[in-house]
């Protein structure tokens, strides 16, 4: 059973403060998406990242994927309350079988920005 | 935007009594997936299917879940007799899986908020 660890639980931060969140796992991914969850909705896809070493940038967000795709990291400069909610980070596993297309969601990460 | 639809969007019910939560998947994904989001434990898959095709189902408790896909348009999730540790958000999702391509994105509905009594 692949497993995915994210890291920190919660964060409570103030507006304009910078954020990490890490995930990370023993198996290799063939990809990782992370997705943002706020109350009441279902999770939303933010970003998938393909590559080992792979950086992508959305706005204020930054999505690294670790060299040996086994890790990725979620990165917040100038967080505002709008940041606020569920961010889930998600591997997805390779061709072949059964389990193809399935994901393998971490616990997620309860960020609370104040203003 | 075509979004996953989910009905009920909330369910209060009596222990023992049968639950059927309903998904409309979004038109053209081959995908079709049930979790279950708890405090506790997270982002639980409970099933998933291809083509309406049943493909895993290890992560739901065979004695009172079931869940089916009577046609493209429709996949249902039953639970028979309910208890009052299946009280959760329960979410489908779709998605289009293609080849041999495996980071195809899933789109989730905005779940049932079940609460057994």
């Known amino acids: 059973t692949q497993l995915l660890e994210q890291s920190p639980q919660f964060l409570s931060i103030q507006e304009g403060e910078n954020l990490t969140v890490y995930c990370n796992s023993s198996s290799v991914f063939s990809s990782l998406q992370w997705y943002r969850q706020e109350p009441g909705e279902g999770p939303v896809l933010l970003v998938t990242?393909?590559?080992?070493?792979e950086v992508k940038k959305l706005k204020r967000l930054t999505f690294q994927f670790g060299d040996a795709r086994k890790d990725s990291s979620l990165h917040i400069t100038a967080a505002q309350p709008g940041d606020t909610g569920l961010y889930l980070c998600a591997g997805a596993q390779g061709a072949g079988g059964t389990s193809y297309g399935k994901l393998t969601f971490g616990q997620g990460t309860i960020l609370t920005v104040h203003p | 935007d075509a979004r996953v639809t989910q009905t009920p969007r909330h369910k209060v019910t009596e222990m023992g009594q049968e639950v059927t939560m309903r998904c409309q998947p979004i038109?053209?994904?081959?995908?079709v997936f049930w979790y279950r989001q708890t405090m506790m434990q997270g982002l639980e898959l409970l099933a998933y299917f291809r083509n309406r095709a049943p493909l895993d189902d290890s992560g739901m408790p065979k004695d009172r879940f079931s869940a089916e896909m009577p046609d493209a348009t429709l996949a249902t999730l039953k639970i028979q007799p309910s208890e009052p540790r299946d009280s959760a958000v329960y979410f489908c999702?779709?998605?289009?899986?293609?080849?041999?391509?495996?980071?195809?994105?899933?789109?989730f509905g905005d779940g049932t908020r079940l609460s057994i009594l």
């Open positions: 990242v393909v590559t080992g070493g």
């Open positions: 999702a779709s998605g289009l899986v293609i080849g041999v391509l495996s980071n195809q994105p899933q789109h």
């Open positions: 038109l053209g994904h081959n995908t």
